[in-house]
């Protein structure tokens, strides 16, 4: 295998865009990242594009591409990817597979999504799975989680919904962030409930937006990139849906958590920064814990003793997470890359962590049984 | 909190559809309990539910029988939506996993029969099968749910 480097990237705002198209909002993060690259279109080899919704939202399929194909990029493979919340970091993984592989030595990744929704209203998707037409929704699961952690481990709605305010703090220091203001403990505690213990503001907003990166091997990498940041580990697993199992933490993601510290040759003592999936307050102080950043239970003293804020000893979420950042499904697992990619660049403005050298992400996508379709964990290095 | 009913023996002549076919004998027969209808692996014991035509673990050494679940279980989580689901169930809901120990194995099914907030983990409820909800023609559609055990 070849190592695989990350020499571009670019984003939308995250946010409402009720007049946008996902082809315009693509073509916005694809030309921002070849700008950053400083390559043009032509040196592009092959296209992946995530979107989990658009077949569902819009009605439209091929959304790869249409993105692509607005940016003059066309006659290569271009393939479109669906996973659910980790849509756009599985196509990061076809992408890095392909120049790994030495299939392409340029390669461009996007994840692009329309997802806001009316008002009060959830995402009608999983309409034909039996948990969805007997009332389960994606705030009442990981509502189900979180009293589970609280029960086995006394974790508090404090501790839970500081995760909310942690992160929207990192917001208002994101210009790309959906929610640019801060909220207190009492703000994210008196919201309105939404699925006990989880009110409206400790679940992350539906989003439109998009976010593009473009790899390529090392060769090409040293003749284009001032600073090049390698992509260390890629990995991709889904769940034994085994429905006997403890719902407080996911084997999914530690499974991936192992092969990719293993691939990496690193453990998580050896990260600096951290983004993780907090589509529910919950979910972050799980995957702490999973990925081994904490031991198991102790995911609501990180947030206690500050352990994960901008300047403690491991910021998690610095971009402001999926909390406050918005969340388009399909865009937000690329979008992780690319904050980490600027963390390491020094670039990431009033939220910069201090010298960071490693970072990982880690999405995960989809709710089948009490388990998990696929999580995705990427570590990336500044070399 | 509507009661749970026998949907043979409704006084109305309102149309009623299983939520999806071949989870449970509808409209059951006269006098007998509702039974969510699962199977198990000969060779490792597993139970599935719905059924399954594989055996996940055992695959082809694996034979599957059908078998009906346990009426009785134990609560292992729960929450209460406050927000009506997509798919029109009217909100506050309870919900969550209900382990079933007789066949080792948890399924997810919504509450009833008690006010949605006194529902907690540990709390032994039996099946029953209730209007999960009524769709835009009125149709009622049913499914199972569990209920405090009386």
Known sequence: MRDVYIIGAGMTQFGKHPQRSLRDLGREACHQAL???????????????G?????????????GQNVFWEIG???IPIVNIENA?????????????????????????????KAVMPKGTMLDVGAAELDTKLGDVFPGYFALVAQKHMELYGTTRQQIAGVSVKNHFNGTLNPYAQFQKLFSLEDVLNSPMVADPLTLYSCCPNSDGAAAVILCSGRKARQLAALPVRIAASVLTTGTYDNQQDITAWEVEKLAAVTAYQSAALGPEDLDMVEVHDAFTICE????????????????RLIDEGITELGGRIPVNSSGGLLSKGHPVGASGVAQVVEILWQLRGAAGKRQVANPRVG???????????????????????? | MSEAINPSQSSENQIRIPVQEGLFDFPPDEGQHPAL??????????????????????????????????????????????????SGIKAPYAYGYVNIPANKIRILAPFTGASPNSFHAGMEVELVLDTIRTDSKGQHIIGYKFKPLS
């Open chain 1, 73 to 75: 990029i066309n006659q």
């Open chain 1, 51 to 63: 979107n989990a919704l658009g077949s569902v939202i819009q009605g439209e399929t091929g959304v």
């Open chain 1, 85 to 113: 919340c980790a849509s756009g970091s599985t196509a990061l993984r076809e992408g890095w597979m392909a120049v790994a592989g030495g299939f392409c030595d340029v390669v461009m990744v996007v994840g692009v999504e």
């Open chain 1, 285 to 300: 102080i799980i995957h702490c814990e999973d990925l081994g950043l904490c031991a198991p239970g102790d995911g609501g």
């Open chain 1, 35 to 49: 700008r950053d690259a400083g390559i043009s279109p032509g040196d592009i080899q092959a296209g992946y594009c």
């Open chain 2, 37 to 86: 209808l699962a199977n198990s692996c000969r060779h490792c014991g597993k139970c599935f539910f719905p059924k399954r035509t594989f055996c996940p673990d055992c695959f082809e050494q694996g034979e599957l029988e059908d078998i009906v679940l346990d009426r009785k279980g134990v609560i292992y989580a729960v929450t209460v939506v406050h927000l009506s689901s997509p």
């Open chain 1, 360 to 383: 990982l992400a880690q999405i995960m996508g989809g709710s089948k049984e009490g388990d998990t379709r696929a999580c995705t964990i990427h570590i990336l290095i500044k070399e």
